[in-house]
């Protein structure tokens, strides 16, 4: 039996799904295929302000609208209440000391709390994926794409005419002819291996290993005394991605509102093998150990799926695009959950190939597009990693790390902005500014002094760096590490990105209608 089609999509996560969508409003015929089947257990889930303002361009695109209302939590509430889903006011960061219990100061030394938005109507969300990636997966089917579970795909040759592609369903085989296939189906994933494909270090980049789970019955750390102050922070800690760090690694703690909660820990190599990590829920008891007051926030909890170990999480393949097949950035590499680099690289990733199969498809020039996008998506990769390998060192230094962070939110502060004045090209094309023409050589600069700086030089070094882009009010001492959505400081920087009073006010005018939105209680 042989199918046909133009587009084989490899994975029907959130990314294959939408690519799927995309291709069906161009007129394109699109295979959707699958290893397994939803719903299913899958992390990767907490989105940023940037993520889901790509996502809210990436759905007014191609008119998709029930795709757009889960951009923010307030219309993801309206319209789908029945997807699960976590809020995300920010990122919420406490530092550890082993064997210690968690202890601050009235400068908030060992917390870093970074406001994302100013109200829950237009804050993000964890995805809680058996819903998110099932409920995408049937918007792609209701448009016309065609969905293939549990089936595997054996081989794949190519030529001149396109694909053919070996699929087994039980115990039956088929083949598929396609114009083009794209692997959606994650780090190490389906082109990888049939295709026998290279793996190639990331910069500096530690080979970290991960655990996680999910769970029922953690409690918030707002309900444990040490975290607790006297003073009213930016928002909810809790309502947020809670990190919890320590010398050589980090948990992430994701709730969701069905009472599930996602978490999990990543690890260097020494402390991993110090641990056993291997050993799932075993090392995950070992690991509370170090870390008393964490263990108190999930001493009543169990994990409701079995523990998963990634052994090795950074991955980069090489090459991205081939003869008649791409991989999305989500398939091309992984670097590491921490600042959530993932899912705003593979929309920008889905941005560039949809508009590329836009303009080209049919056309001999598609294959020289196709390398440009696989250029592009490695150096978003390794620009994540050269951050994200900067930051692991000082993971037990609450100021060196808090200094570099201002370097992330710096950069996706202005991306955001910029985006929401129309004119995204202000700050460049490529994650995390890299290729602004000034502030991507002064994040390497500090990047590549970090771990030879002291505290106070590294501060010094970074609020040079930002601040020609600070729109956010990062450098503001004032906050003593709880920083808030600030509309005046983006009153004051409305010249470093260009914009005029009035469309800065209008900006603002559109975050204070999400405030006048929240309901009286929360209010």
């Not at 598929?176 to 959606?184: E, N, T």
């Not at 959950?337 to 990733?349: C, E, I, R, V």
Request: hydrophobic share 40%; aromatic share 8%; net charge negative.
């Amino acid at each position: 039996m042989s199918l046909r089609c133009d587009v084989a999509v490899i994975g029907t996560g959130f990314a294959g799904s939408l690519l799927a969508m995309a291709l069906r409003r161009m007129g394109r015929s699109v295979v959707l295929i699958d290893r397994t089947h939803h719903p299913r257990f899958v992390i990767g889930e907490s989105t940023t302000p940037l993520t889901n303002l790509l996502l809210e361009d990436f759905a007014k695109a191609f008119d998709l609208p029930e795709v757009a209302s889960l951009a923010k939590w307030g219309s993801w509430q309206k319209r789908h209440p029945e997807l699960a889903c976590g809020l995300k006011r920010g990122f919420t960061f406490y530092h550890h000391r082993r064997r210690e219990r968690f202890q601050d100061d009235a400068q908030h030394s060992a917390q870093l709390l970074v406001a994302a938005s100013p109200s829950e109507t237009v804050a993000d969300t964890h995805w809680y994926r058996p819903d998110f990636d099932q409920f995408l997966c049937q918007q792609a089917e209701t448009l016309g794409a065609r969905c293939q579970f549990d089936t595997r795909v054996k081989s794949m040759t190519t030529s001149r005419d396109g694909c053919a592609l070996q699929l087994e369903r039980a115990g039956a085989t088929e083949e598929l002819r396609a114009q083009w296939v794209v692997d959606a189906s994650g780090a190490r994933g389906s082109l990888f291996r049939l295709l026998e494909l290279s793996e190639t270090p990331l910069p500096n980049l530690p080979r970290t290993q991960s655990l996680f789970a999910h769970f029922s019955g953690v409690c918030p750390t707002q309900s444990l005394e040490e975290f607790q102050s006297a003073e009213a922070p930016p928002y909810p800690p809790d309502a947020a991605a809670t990190h919890h760090l320590f010398e050589g690694g980090w948990i992430w703690v994701l709730p969701f509102n069905n009472g599930i909660t996602s978490a999990g820990v990543a690890l260097v190599p020494e402390l991993a093998g110090e641990l056993g990590l291997s050993d799932g829920a075993a090392a995950w008891g070992r690991l509370l150990e170090l870390l008393p007051s964490v263990r108190r926030q999930f001493e009543h909890s169990q994990a409701t799926t079995p523990f998963v170990h990634q052994p090795v999480m950074p991955f980069c393949c090489s090459p991205i695009v081939g003869e008649g097949w791409s991989l999305l950035p989500s398939a091309a590499g992984f670097v590491d959950p921490l600042f959530s680099t993932g899912f705003p690289m593979t929309l920008l990733g889905l941005h560039r190939m949809t508009t590329l199969f836009r303009k080209h498809w049919g056309s001999s020039s598609i294959a020289a597009e196709m390398e440009l996008y696989a250029l592009e998506t490695r150096k978003d990769i390794d620009g994540a990693a050269r951050f994200i390998a900067a930051c692991y060192p000082q993971l037990g230094n609450s100021r060196k790390f808090a200094a570099l962070a201002k370097l992330y939110f710096a950069a996706v502060i202005f991306a955001e902005t910029s985006r929401r004045l129309g004119r995204p090209g202000a700050a460049g094309a490529g994650f995390l500014m890299r290729d602004h023409p000034g502030y991507s050589a002064a994040m390497a600069g500090c990047l590549a002094k970090a771990a030879e700086a002291s505290a106070e030089q590294l501060e010094a070094m970074v609020a040079a760096a930002i601040d020609p882009i600070d729109l956010g009010g990062l450098n503001d001492p004032r906050w003593k590490n709880w920083i808030p959505v600030d509309f005046d400081a983006l009153r004051r920087a409305r010249e470093k990105v260009g914009a005029s009073s009035e469309e800065i006010e209008g900006l603002i005018e559109k975050a204070c209608r999400g405030l006048a939105q929240e309901s009286p209680l929360e209010s």
